[in-house]
T-cell receptor
Framework: KNEVEQSPQNLTAQEGEFITINCSYSVGISALHWLQQHPGGGIVSLFMLSSGKKKHGRLIATINIQEKHSSLHITASHPRDSAVYICAVRVITQGGSEKLVFGKGTKLTVNP | DVKVTQSSRYLVKRTGEKVFLECVQDMDHENMFWYRQDPGLGLRLIYFSYDVKMKEKGDIPEGYSVSREKKERFSLILESASTNQTSMYLC???????????????FGPGTRLTVL
């Protein structure tokens, strides 16, 4: 079983729809990241959170530490939101450092 | 803005060749990372470095080595490239690690390596 599970794997929406992408993890973490990857490969960090909720424009990220679950919401979706959204959790390595463990990503397509 | 650059966007090599992938960051970050990304598998950590000349194995270090002689530069080396190392390679950097610092990672544009 993967340490980080995302759902759905693929999501197609119409412009204007409210979108939710889910992430569940099975390990102890110090933080959770949501990342966005556009075609062509570039990855940007959207959110980094360890509790509660964060909002940036039309994007909202929530995390429930007890349930080991996070959601990324996009309000009033737009075709430019089409990308792969990746959940990553920060875990402590055997050497005492920290590393990110990634979900496999959710490919979102927003049609006009 | 933090900038992480990678030496090539596309690279084609032959089986058995020694391959160097270079990554440079311009924000004095302590930590640098090399990942590979494959369809259906997501991003996987190959190696990371938390200081000059320091390195730690990630989840899939076999067939790879790294070098960090200067703080801004982190190199990934494929000693003898094989076809199963055909992949997208992404470099990232971050400021410092630690439970008290919720730092984000900044990614380079990626190098798509094909080994024939």
């Amino acid at each position: 079983k993967n340490e980080v599970e995302q759902s759905p794997q693929n999501l197609t929406a119409q412009e204007g729809e409210f979108i939710t992408i889910n992430c569940s993890y099975s390990v102890g973490i110090s933080a959770l990241h949501w990342l966005q990857q556009h075609p062509g490969g570039g990855i940007v960090s959207l959110f980094m959170l360890s509790s509660g909720k964060k909002k940036h424009g039309r994007l909202i990220a929530t995390i429930n530490i007890q349930e080991k679950h996070s959601s990324l919401h996009i309000t009033a979706s737009h075709p430019r939101d089409s990308a792969v959204y990746i959940c990553a959790v920060r875990v402590i390595t055997q050497g005492g450092s920290e590393k990110l463990v990634f979900g496999k990503g959710t490919k979102l397509t927003v049609n006009p | 803005d933090v900038k992480v650059t990678q030496s090539s966007r596309y690279l084609v090599k032959r089986t058995g060749e020694k391959v160097f992938l270079e990554c440079v960051q311009d924000m004095d970050h302590e930590n640098m990372f090399w990942y590979r990304q494959d369809p259906g598998l997501g991003l996987r950590l190959i190696y990371f470095s938390y200081d000059v000349k320091m390195k730690e194995k990630g989840d899939i270090p076999e067939g790879y080595s790294v070098s960090r002689e200067k703080k801004e530069r982190f190199s990934l080396i494929l000693e003898s490239a094989s076809t199963n190392q055909t992949s997208m390679y992404l470099c990232a950097s971050s400021l410092i690690l630690g439970l008290a610092v919720y730092n984000e990672q900044f990614f380079g544009p990626g190098t798509r390596l094909t080994v024939l």
